[in-house]
């Protein structure tokens, strides 16, 4: 699976921002995930769809303002994001599960279960 995101900017905070991940290669997806590295940070969740849709999840500190969406026609995950925040600076990855054998991996913030990775978007949010 070659993932690539796009979509990232400046804005003004209280501003909106949308990132794309498209996939190609091998398209079927357990799950796909968004996550972001701020700078000097740890790599944290944001939030993650699964296959159909049907299930979602996201970090608490984006629950209402970020929304994740897929197109499973054209093989993207979406990403909107509305009213950021600077401390939504950071760089987003999106990355992808595979293993049919890992279904739960939705509900999982977990980074290392996911297996293949985008270089990532940088997203700056000013004050």
């Known amino acids: 699976v070659q993932l690539q995101a796009s979509g990232g900017g400046s804005v003004q905070a209280g501003g909106s921002l949308r990132l794309s991940c498209a996939a190609s290669?091998?398209?079927?997806?357990?799950?796909t995930g968004w996550f972001r590295q701020a700078p000097g940070k740890e790599r944290e969740f944001v939030a993650a769809?699964?296959?159909?849709?049907?299930?979602?999840n996201y970090a608490a500190s984006v629950k209402g303002r970020f929304t994740i969406s897929r197109d499973s026609a054209k093989n993207t995950v979406h990403l909107q994001m509305n009213s950021l925040k600077p401390e939504d600076t950071a760089v987003y990855y999106c990355?992808?599960?595979?293993?049919?054998?890992?279904?739960?991996?939705?509900?999982?913030?977990?980074?290392?279960?996911?297996?293949?990775w985008g270089r990532g978007t940088l997203v700056t949010v000013s004050s």
């Open positions: 990355a992808a599960a595979v293993a049919i054998t890992d279904l739960d991996v939705t509900t999982s913030t977990a980074a290392e279960r996911y297996n293949y």
């Open positions: 290669g091998r398209t079927f997806t357990v799950a």
């Open positions: 769809i699964n296959w159909s849709g049907a299930t979602i």
